[in-house]
């Protein structure tokens, strides 16, 4: 047993799988297998690692002195030096074994056996043709130069030394423009761009060099221009010209904030027509609004979000995002696409609820609730479902101290749900609005509303069983419902009925042909449509026109924002739905 003062060794540190194999196969190794002779003596006391590259001239050579090849042009090759990144690249075990032993500029001799180069078993690399790999043979290798190597592609096809380092944490990437100094050459020396005076200009992904096997580059990075392909399709194009404070994107205003910019939009015609300046025609004054919001276009809302204060950049914006769906102003035409050049002058956060009394976190939630029934209003139930959904979230950390906040909280939160519930229906989303609703039954199943509205997702789903026990159970639970909920039961008779006679129209004669006959679903004659629909406005009962006139506008407000979308035809008939949709068939034959 070990004293108590003496120190217990430190644990022995794991080794990667890379160095795992290497102690492997240098196991291979015996007394004799390799030797080496020092031909010329290097400079410094530096010797490769892993990780460096080393660059390397090497003439292998008989025993008897017959060179079997080279790389140097005296004796046949093409004066191409070898390139190997310790650790990284794959080479015979003699390489792998001598270059760590070897100082820049040094040349020595290695003799090998067979076992050791190319006829090691498991060897990863193939000898060259012809070549005598069960022969015993000697590697003259110069060592050229090393350095540490940073491996930019894992095939290890682009490899680079940074000769000075440069500022900042950002680097280029597709598609970003690159302002730099470059000089090439091919790996024999010729140049192809020649001298560093002459500056270039390039698009990353959009450029390339070809018909060159290997080829060195001196590159000195001037400037590159950050572009972000917003949409993925090069539709939507931000190129940022001056950069900002802070850390992207950290200090980006991702989330809903009120933000202060100058802009001015031209239209992309050949004289770059200015539309509008916040500098020319707002007196000077920035444009202020609130993201998440509508009240900027898509596209350039999209890209103020990733801006850091005092960033200036240029926005290339397809119509769609644009102005084709926001107020276009009146001197830039339908279908244009855009150019805006935005200046990012600060953000400010939206308040944190943290420390706040729960008399200020309602205030701010009917802030943000009126914002998103604005919305609503507008027709953009996506923001307005956004900003619903962002005060839910927040009460997930909400606390009421007592029955009385815990009633008011729980009835803003239900109301909260039914409006995110209202934007599902507007989305044509029925599905999630009836489980949406359904948050609110769970905690209250007597809540008259969300049986409004979940039956009239119901209905829109073409459930009609579902719908009418939710408008029924309306009138059990509260007579002052019984008008709304007359209402709903009355167009939901209309609905079905209107999904019944779909379904004889688009079935008709279906089962009516004698055995051999052949009858096919929806053919009828333009004579027999046009009876039908006689027939069918004809029908109509006093009941069914009560349907969309019965109750005020004020009472309908109560629970439905504006009238539903029909339901879908695919629902009308669930028996024949399931036959044919089990054939894969809209239209079937059948004999």
């Not at 005076?197 to 221009?225: A, C, M, N, P, R």
Request: net charge negative; charged share 35%.
């Amino acid at each position: 047993m070990a004293d108590d003062g003496a120190e217990l060794p430190p644990p022995a540190k794991k080794k990667s799988p890379a160095e795992e194999a290497a102690e492997k196969r240098r196991k291979k190794l015996t007394p004799g297998s390799l030797m080496k002779g020092l031909l010329r003596s290097g400079s410094g006391d530096a010797t490769p690692v892993d990780g460096d590259q080393v660059i390397i001239h090497c003439t292998t050579r008989t025993m008897d002195g017959t060179i079997v090849n080279s790389t140097r042009r005296e004796h046949g090759g093409k004066g191409i030096p070898l390139r190997f990144v310790l650790g990284k690249s794959k080479m015979i075990l003699g390489f792998a074994e001598g270059f760590p032993t070897m100082l820049k500029g040094e040349i020595a001799m290695f003799k090998m056996q067979p076992k050791v180069h190319y006829a090691e078993d498991d060897c990863p690399v193939a000898a060259p043709d012809g070549f005598p790999k069960d022969d015993e043979l000697q590697f003259e290798i110069e060592m050229l130069d090393f350095f540490k190597a940073k491996v930019v592609a894992e095939d290890l096809g682009v490899v680079k030394k940074i000769i000075d380092e440069g500022k900042g944490w950002e680097t280029p990437r597709e598609p970003y423009e690159i302002t730099a100094r470059i000089t090439a050459r091919t790996a024999d020396g010729k140049e192809i761009i020649p001298g560093k005076e002459e500056t270039y200009f390039f698009t990353i992904g959009k450029s390339e060099l070809e018909g060159l096997e290997e080829v060195h580059f001196d590159v000195e990075l001037i400037q590159f221009i950050q572009v972000r392909d917003m949409l993925g399709d090069g539709r939507l194009i931000k190129r940022r010209v001056v950069d900002g404070k802070g850390e992207f994107p950290m200090d980006c205003p991702l989330h809903d904030s009120l933000l202060r910019v100058h802009y001015k939009g031209m239209l992309l015609d050949e004289s770059k027509s200015v539309f509008y300046d916040t500098r020319v025609d707002n007196d000077g004054e920035p444009l202020e609004f609130c993201s998440g919001e509508g009240l900027v276009p898509e596209g350039f809302e999209m890209c103020v979000r990733l801006m850091l204060p005092g960033e200036k950049s240029v926005v290339t914006c397809p119509p769609d995002f644009a102005y084709d769906k926001f107020p276009r102003p009146a001197n830039v035409p339908e279908g244009a696409t855009v150019q805006w050049e935005i200046e990012l002058l600060g953000f400010e956060m939206p308040k944190d609820w943290t420390g706040l009394t729960f008399e200020e976190i309602m205030d701010e939630a009917d802030k943000i609730k009126n914002t998103g029934n604005r919305l609503f209003k507008e027709g953009k139930f996506e923001l307005a479902k956004a900003k619903y959904d962002k005060v839910l979230r927040e009460y997930n950390h909400v606390h009421p101290h007592d029955d009385e906040e815990g009633k008011i909280f729980a009835n803003s939160r239900s109301s909260l749900h039914l409006n995110v519930a209202a934007c599902y229906q507007k989305m044509g989303e029925y599905r999630k609005s009836i489980e949406t609703c359904n948050k609110v039954l769970e905690a209250n199943p007597a809540h008259v509303k969300a049986l409004y509205r979940r039956g009239t997702s119901y209905m829109l789903l073409g459930e009609f069983n579902d719908a009418r026990n939710d408008f029924e159970k309306m009138i059990t639970i509260d007579k002052s419902s019984e008008p709304d909920a007359t209402a709903a039961l009355l167009k939901l008779k209309q609905k079905e009925q209107e999904s019944e006679r779909k379904a004889r129209k688009q079935f008709k004669g279906l089962f009516d042909k004698k055995p051999g006959e052949i009858s096919e679903v929806g053919a009828e004659s333009e004579g027999g449509r046009d009876s039908d629909n006689a027939k069918g406005s004809g029908e109509a009962t006093s009941a069914e026109r009560d349907a969309d006139t019965m109750g005020s506008r004020s009472r309908e407000s109560e629970y439905a924002f504006e009238e539903e979308r029909p339901g879908l035809l695919g629902r009308v008939w669930p028996s024949a739905r399931r036959i044919f949709s089990s054939l894969g068939l809209n239209r079937c034959t059948i004999l």
